[in-house]
């Protein structure tokens, strides 16, 4: 549980005729990652060596043509198929992707033809009514042989400019309709003066109203055949998009059974591509958990009996070449994202994923101990992790994180009793923060002290794990560092405590001695791992670094200890909070009146919005930086097994 799965590396000779089908099922098995063999044929590779690299294009080709066409028919990819598609020919696609293209071509042109034709008459009738009182046949004025006519619409502002512009131009400014801002008007004049008229008009900002060939009789006669023809032209676009939802709903499947196999295909092609080669087979190399090595053998032979199989399980820890398979159960698995954001541990390091799970709900709850505000971000994280939501489907990896500490902060909430702030509902079952405020600040530095040495001890388990013995005895966070530690807190606590059960004389002698071995580190580590030579960077400097390094250790200790005194002031925080919520609404209004229970209300979506955010925050700030520090170095490599069809993350 508390460490990532073993690894071993498999190497596959694999037969050219059979590279397909093992390589389909070593997809297919889900368990193997696939590493470089460092071997590419050079001048033996066969001919057949580029025809993959060759295929990848063409595969993506079809597949953005086959996204073109479901794009068109408003077909989706669907979820992705729960069997891995076998490869298919780039010559068979094609000839289906152009059916396809052909079946859709028509009713899009029509639907696009109708909708572009719908839009001109209906730009046509909204001119049209600018001018639908004026009673005068619309085909007289377009065609008048000597006279200059130009109708439209212009700022009413601009009216006496224009007028004025043309006071030597022989022509008449005749007003139509005339609203708050906006005027419908008819210029007119003589053919000869049609161009300066014009300029006028565009410099005084008219809108010259577009007289069609097609308009016949006055406006309203002209809009009224319009109107007929939007009303055909919205009956073809009804029909041309039932087609298309009949093509669609007949090509549905197909169309993402098409996509999935030509993505797959792909995938294929690329991975081939990246196999060492010799003349007539191929070389596989790969990393899978150990405990999955049985059932992928078998897969393979059932691809092919002619497949050399080499497997090698390394014992190397911390190499950062193998990749890291985390396990965890489900319920702490929700946890293991707050680890990898941290880092991923290295190959044999252990996993902190269950610590976390196990003190980030403790320290969340602690600060936010309230059985009220707890039972929101239960129902919320449970909702988030249901992801019946579907805009809030991307928070879904932090639902059950949420509810789980939404659990931790009403256990707490029963212990402190605080519901919603109030503090006369229920008796606490332990204390209220708010009492008994130095009690609750000296408990959550005893819990720091216990957080810290336990950091210690999963540190010098992963010594012990790389075999690093020296940096387990001797490291500043290994045993001597420990033993350090604890004499350090032993005559502290002496002094506040009457009959401490270890003497003065017996904390000072171990905090000498750890002390010593601690400043001495470096020597006695490379001392005991046989590292040569024993200091680096000379004596003089290794001798002016050590008070600095004891000196910068001890407050090391001092300020990591009492960071966690923050958790004890969060949670007076928190009671202090719904305190004042109460005095805001007793100033508001009388308690049980509506303003009271508004302020309330407000209050407590403060808290539980505001407040939760920070204590989250500060929650993951103990665990990276004084918890996680003390035994994670992280940069493990991420286990990403080989699949043809990409499915959801880790």
């Not at 109708?151 to 224009?162: I, S």
């Not at 419908?184 to 003589?190: A, D, E, I, S």
């Not at 909430?413 to 605080?418: D, I, K, Q």
């Amino acid at each position: 549980m508390f460490r990532s799965q073993i690894m071993s590396r498999v190497e596959l000779i694999v037969p050219e005729h059979d590279i397909v089908a093992v390589t389909e099922a070593l997809a297919a098995s889900g368990v193997f990652q696939l590493t470089q063999t460092g071997h590419t044929g050079g001048e033996r590779a066969p001919r057949y060596a580029g025809d993959w690299q060759d295929r990848v294009p063409v595969f993506a080709e079809l597949e953005q043509r086959i996204q073109a066409v479901m794009a068109d028919l408003g077909v989706d990819e669907g979820p992705p198929p729960a069997e891995t598609p076998h490869l298919i020919e780039p010559d068979v696609v094609r000839i289906d992707v152009d059916r396809l293209e052909h079946e859709t071509q028509m009713p899009l042109r029509d639907l696009k033809e109708e909708q572009g034709r719908l839009d001109q008459l209906q730009r046509q009738v909204k001119q049209l009514r600018t001018i639908i009182d004026l009673e005068v046949d619309l085909e007289s004025v377009r065609d008048m042989r000597y006279t200059f006519a130009l109708m439209g619409t212009m700022p009413v502002t601009n009216l006496e400019r224009l007028r004025t512009s043309l006071e030597i131009v022989p022509s008449a400014l005749v007003t139509l309709r005339r609203e708050e801002h906006l005027a419908t008007v008819v210029l007119f004049g003589t053919r000869r003066d049609a161009e300066i008229l014009t300029r006028a008009a565009r410099s005084a900002y008219l809108n010259p109203l577009q007289l069609s060939e097609s308009f016949r009789g006055t406006p309203a006669e002209a809009i009224e055949a319009l109107e007929a023809g939007v009303e055909r032209a919205r009956q073809r676009i009804e029909e041309a998009q039932a087609a298309i939802d009949r093509l669609s709903d007949l090509r549905r499947e197909h169309l993402r059974h098409l996509l999935w196999r030509v993505r797959a295909s792909r995938t294929l092609a690329e991975t081939i591509a990246r196999y060492g080669r010799l003349r007539y087979t191929y070389l596989v190399a790969g990393w899978v958990p150990t405990a999955k090595l049985s059932p992928l053998e078998q897969e393979v032979r059932q691809a092919s009996d002619k497949v050399l199989i080499e497997v090698e399980t390394p014992h190397r820890r911390g190499d950062e070449s193998i990749p890291v398979a985390l396990k965890n159960p489900p319920i702490i698995r929700a946890f293991q994202g707050l680890v990898t954001t941290y880092g991923r541990p290295q190959y044999g390091e252990i996993d902190p994923t269950p610590m976390i799970a196990l003190t980030f709900p403790l320290i969340f709850g602690i600060m936010f101990g309230d059985v009220g505000h707890g039972l929101v971000l239960l129902l919320a994280g449970l909702l988030l992790a249901s992801r019946r939501v579907r805009s809030l489907r991307g928070l879904a990896g932090i639902g059950a994180v949420l509810a789980v500490c939404g659990a931790a902060s009403m256990i707490f909430g029963v212990l402190f009793g605080s519901v919603f702030g109030y503090e006369e509902l229920i008796d606490p079952l332990w204390l209220r923060p708010l009492a008994k405020i130095m009690d609750v600040l000296l408990v959550t530095v005893g819990m720091g002290a216990v957080l810290l040495s336990a950091g210690m001890i999963l540190n010098m388990i992963n010594a012990a794990l790389a075999r690093r013995w020296g940096q387990l005895i001797f490291g500043h966070n290994g045993l001597a560092g420990l033993l350090l530690y604890w004499s350090l807190l032993g005559l502290v606590a002496g002094g506040f405590v009457d009959q401490f059960p270890i003497g003065a004389s017996t904390l000072t002698a171990l905090a000498l001695v750890s002390g010593t071995a601690v400043i001495f580190s470096e020597v006695l580590e490379n001392l005991v791992e046989g590292h040569r030579p024993l200091v680096h960077g000379g004596l003089g400097s290794y001798l002016v670094q050590l008070p600095i390094e004891l000196f910068e250790m001890l407050i090391g200790f001092l300020s990591n200890t009492l960071s966690y005194v923050r958790i004890g002031a969060f949670a007076v925080a928190h009671g202090t909070l719904g305190v004042v919520i109460f005095i805001i609404a007793g100033i508001i209004g009388t308690e049980g009146s509506i303003g009271y229970w508004i302020v309330v209300l407000l209050g407590n979506l403060f808290i539980i919005g505001f407040e939760g955010m920070i204590v989250g925050i500060q929650t993951l700030r103990l665990e990276y930086y004084e918890f996680f520090s003390k035994f994670f170095s992280g940069g493990g490599a991420r286990y990403r097994p080989l699949t043809l069809i990409s499915r959801e993350e880790e």
